[in-house]
């Protein structure tokens, strides 16, 4: 503003507060004050959300704790209501439990970790996990403070014959700090070692695709070794007991790739080692990164790779960061991710759909965006009780959790939606999901999943990761075209044999008449020479088909699975006859021998 | 099953065509064995495979076939009903009874077993499949010892023989005698004919007219109709007694294109039964009327017009296409009529006077030798 716009008998403001005044009202915010402002940014935006994301930040972090110390997770989830609501609608009391049989954890770290925000041991390393930033459990802590009052209730053992720890804490929200409230040793004899953690807070409790249950059903659906038991509000007891006793291989600990470094974390990086020159640094702290490489890295940049480290900055540091993105390198190891295995996959599906009619899966190989390897597995079941004429479900996994929220601002549901389902033999409407009895699973594993925002419910659009997406989704779609193939020439090629079999007899009978032989007689050899017209099926209507070659239909990139209900393997089947003649010949057999009369 | 006693008493006529049945039964059957589709070869019955033959001046049949197939999906209800109204045909043959069409089609028709389908579900599925066993097996209907609903009436100088009972067709009242529809030499004979020619006239009423005018009397004549279309057994008996008597046939038909049709029919034998045409076509059988020139030569008025509907116009164009008919004066007949644009009928007649036909329209025809062949 300059005085020329100011008309000159306009009053000159009067001055509010000096420099000095402001000062003295300039503080540092503290996380748990922003959090209290902004429990929205976290999943707690309402009363039935709070609840779902409460479970599920102290569910991952049991699965992460058990997997991280190679204990084959078994998980009790129970939520009480404490008090009714007022008013029906109107949310209520309720008290999570989540009890895990994890390695349990030392008691002086007990109040940091539930009661501390933004502490934790996942943040600080580039490693696949559930759990990320290490907001999530502390963060449903002071979200149940803040609406009930009630500490966060924490009983842990670490092993068989040691003291259990009871410790009610609550959060000092300005400090950020944890407070012991309460603290006293207690028998746990149920489990060897564990933990327990035991929130109550202002909750709705709901069904539905964004409810508890759901969200326990699909965690149960990717990950197959894990055995839990819910006990809903209701009182219902639910138990699924774990489908496979193998580990997730651990996920190794990798160090970020010259890919995908954000610049501020490069500064970061180059500070945080004085003494080291910055060749030095790029070979010790970035993966892929060899002497001759970071020789490379440092000539584009030019930088010079003696330099110290902490003295870089500036144009400096920007140009070596543009170098860092451009340089040839390898990708990084894809021993950093953890499928969930086509196999295992299956396995999981079946847990939530054991009647379907087919299943398959596919285990994408590793790729990279942004220097983060990451892999993606699909999978569906299909017919059995599923639906018939509604639009497919879609259950969308990072790293093994399950997105419940959002799902149209989120890349799995867009890849489902971009895949072109009618060319697998399935109805879609344009712009739609596929209509049919189908269930369909994407899990994304990462070092680092792209959320669309810290409350973790969407998946980011990165053009990497949605290939890859459909890729895993075409692989599937195509074992299921072929399944679907098969399974209706079956139904034809039965409605064809009842055909047959229907006027049989009455062609026996006549020709019997006129020659004056047994009916049946005349029967046998129309039966046995059905099978030459008429692909014979099994009583569940599946074609017997010749067997076929390893995988089918197969598009490049990783393995398949494929099974069917019966699991049984697709081939001839003893007691039919032969396996009929090759396609091609077809016509030929159909048309068999013509009979003259005209001699 | 047959009883010995009834073999014994089986004609040789019979014995034949059991054994064209037995012959079927057994080619189905040991195709059926072998492990091959067992399978009927019939002649099609349809435009494509009919052809004019110009020097016998009869429609025949082609060679073209097509395979029924038991293994086929849209055959095998077909075979079946074939192989269910041969083996039908065989009981009659064995039991020396014979029945019409319509109770052929209730003798073959039962319910399928755990179906609420039945082998026949009404009579327009088994009258064809009687046709396709007629020229599958290359048996004549009454061979089969079925016959069709009789139609058609006869009266005339002319004394007959029908199984064993003297006829005297002088003798027949007003009615006529009833045409069966069986007329093969076995079972009516001719014993004593005075007429000179035999007039085949398309309606019952224009017969009635004659008969009752005492045309054939007066002209020394046979006088026949079917009311219609002509049925198999009135179409045989023309033949013969034009054959066997040597006898000119005259027709008198409606002017519009189904009488002409009518007329064609008796005379090179129709599409659908052109395996038959040897048997039934009558070649020199004379168009005597009604012509769309006749409107003109006989002075008729307005009144017996009745305008061409689409369809006729579309028939007169098919007709026209047709190697039958390909002859000049045929050809401007029928532009004759889709010049007029009307058609007429023999009941026009009456405008001028009751028996107008049977007094001057026929005999003038006759005397001026006005036909077309």
């Known amino acids: 503003m300059t005085k020329k716009d100011q008309s000159p008998d306009a009053p000159v403001p009067k001055r509010r507060a000096t420099a000095e005044s402001m000062a003295s009202r300039q503080r540092e915010i503290s996380v748990s004050e922003f959090f209290t402002k902004n429990r929205h940014l976290l999943g707690f935006d309402n009363p039935a959300k709070a609840l779902l994301t409460t479970v599920k930040e102290a569910v991952d972090n049991s699965l992460d704790a058990c997997e991280e110390a190679g204990i084959l997770p078994e998980l009790l989830v129970e939520i009480v209501e404490v008090a009714p609501a007022p008013s029906p609608n109107q949310p209520s009391r309720f008290r999570v439990v989540v009890e895990d049989n994890g390695p349990g954890i030392v008691k002086p770290q007990i109040p940091k970790i539930f009661a501390k925000l933004l502490y934790g041991s996942k943040f600080h390393r580039l490693k696949q996990s559930r759990g990320q930033q290490g907001i999530g459990i502390s963060a449903a802590g002071l979200y149940g403070q803040l609406t009930t009052g009630k500490p966060v209730v924490i009983t842990s053992k670490t092993g068989k014959g040691r003291p259990a720890f009871r410790i009610d804490l609550r959060i000092d929200t300005k400090r950020n700090q944890p407070d012991v409230v309460k603290d006293e040793t207690t028998d746990w004899s149920d489990r060897d070692h564990g933990t327990r953690v035991e929130i109550e807070l202002v909750a709705a409790y709901r069904g539905g695709r964004t409810g508890v249950q759901e969200y326990l059903e699909q965690t149960v659906v990717a990950n197959p070794h894990l055995g839990l038991t819910y006990v809903s509000p209701k009182g219902e007891r639910l138990e699924f007991p774990r489908v496979s006793g193998e580990l997730p291989r651990e996920a190794q600990e990798i160090k970020p790739h010259p890919h995908g470094i954000e610049l501020g974390m490069l500064q970061t990086m180059l500070a945080d080692s004085p003494g080291k020159t910055v060749k030095q640094v790029l070979c010790d702290d970035f993966s892929r990164v060899s002497p001759a490489i970071a020789q490379q890295v440092c000539q584009m940049a030019k930088v010079n790779p003696r330099a110290p480290a902490d003295r870089l900055h500036g144009e400096e540091l920007e140009r070596l960061h543009k170098a860092l993105g451009e340089v040839r390198v390898m990708a990084p190891p894809a021993t950093a991710v953890v499928p969930i295995g086509e196999a295992l996959l299956i396995e999981g599906l079946k847990r939530r759909f054991p009647k379907a009619e087919f299943y398959s899966s596919t285990t994408r190989a590793p790729k990279v965006y942004r220097g983060n390897p990451f892999v993606v597995e699909a999978a569906l079941a299909y017919g059995g009780d599923l639906p018939l004429e509604e639009p497919a479900e879609i259950m969308r996994f990072a790293n093994r959790v399950p997105l419940q929220y959002q799902p149209k601002a989120c890349a799995i549901s867009e890849s489902v939606y971009e895949v072109n389902w009618r060319g697998y033999e399935l109805q879609q409407p344009k712009g739609g999901l596929p209509v049919a009895p189908m269930a369909v699973v994407v899990h994304l594993a990462s070092v680092w999943v792209p959320f669309t925002s810290e409350a973790k419910e969407a998946v980011a659009h990165y053009d990497e990761l949605l290939e890859e997406m459909k890729h895993a989704l075409r692989e599937c779609g195509r074992k299921l075209a072929a399944h679907v193939r098969s399974r209706a020439h079956a139904d034809r090629e039965l409605k064809r044999r009842s055909l047959f079999e229907k006027y049989i007899p009455e062609v026996a009978a006549a020709i019997g008449d006129i020659l004056g032989i047994s009916k049946e007689k005349i029967e046998k050899p129309f039966y046995e020479t059905l099978p030459v017209f008429v692909k014979f099926a099994d009583e569940e209507g599946h074609a017997k088909e010749a067997p076929k070659e390893g995988t089918r239909a197969n598009g490049g990139g990783g393995e398949s699975a494929e099974i069917k209900e019966d699991g049984e393997a697709p081939g001839p089947v003893p007691g039919t006859p032969a396996p009929p003649v090759a396609k091609g010949k077809r016509k030929d057999r159909n048309k068999g021998k013509q009979l003259s009369l005209l001699e | ?373």
């Open chain 2, 1 to 373: 099953m047959a009883t010995k006693t009834a073999a014994k008493r089986k004609s040789e006529r019979d014995a034949v065509t059991l054994g064209k049945i037995q012959k079927l039964a057994k080619g189905v059957l040991t195709e059926a064995t072998k492990g091959h589709n067992p399978a009927v070869e019939i002649r099609t019955r349809a435009l494509s495979n009919v052809s004019f033959n110009e020097r016998k001046k009869i429609i025949e049949l082609g060679d073209k076939t097509q395979s029924r197939e038991f293994f086929n999906t849209s055959m095998v209800r077909k075979f079946m009903q074939t192989m269910l109204v041969a083996s039908k045909c065989k009981t009659l043959i064995d039991e020396g009874k014979t029945v019409s069409i319509r109770q052929m089609y209730y003798m073959s028709k039962h319910t399928l077993p755990h179906s609420s389908d039945n082998t026949f579900e009404d009579q327009t599925e088994s009258d064809p499949i009687i046709e396709d066993l007629e020229v599958g097996i290359d048996a004549l209907r009454e061979e089969l010892h079925l016959f069709a609903t009789r139609r058609g009436s006869c009266v005339g100088k002319l004394v007959i023989e029908d199984a064993g009972d003297r006829i005297d067709l002088s003798r027949m009242g007003r009615g006529g005698w009833s045409i069966p529809s069986i007329c093969e030499p076995d079972v009516i004979k001719f014993t004593e004919c005075k007429a000179e020619f035999i007039l085949f006239v398309e309606k019952d009423a224009v017969f009635t007219r004659l008969n009752e005018d005492g045309f054939w009397k007066k002209h020394n004549c046979i006088l026949m109709t079917t009311g219609g279309q002509s049925t198999r057994g009135a179409r045989r008996l023309l033949q013969r007694m034009s054959q066997e008597l040597k006898l000119q046939s005259y027709v008198l038909v409606d002017n519009d294109p189904w009488g002409l049709y009518i007329y064609s029919v008796l005379k090179q034998g129709s599409i659908n039964l052109a395996y038959e045409s040897m048997r039934m076509a009558v070649p020199n059988v004379r168009f005597l009327g009604m012509s769309s020139y006749d409107y003109a030569k006989f002075k008729l008025g307005p009144a017996v017009q009745i305008k061409l509907k689409k369809e006729d116009v579309a028939r007169a164009e098919q007709m026209k296409a047709y190697p039958w008919f390909k002859d000049k004066k045929w050809q401007q007949e029928i532009q004759e009529l889709l010049r007029n644009g009307f058609k007429m009928e023999l009941d026009g007649f009456l405008t001028k006077s009751i028996s107008f036909i049977t007094d001057e329209y026929i005999p003038k025809k006759l005397r001026d030798r006005d036909w077309l062949t």
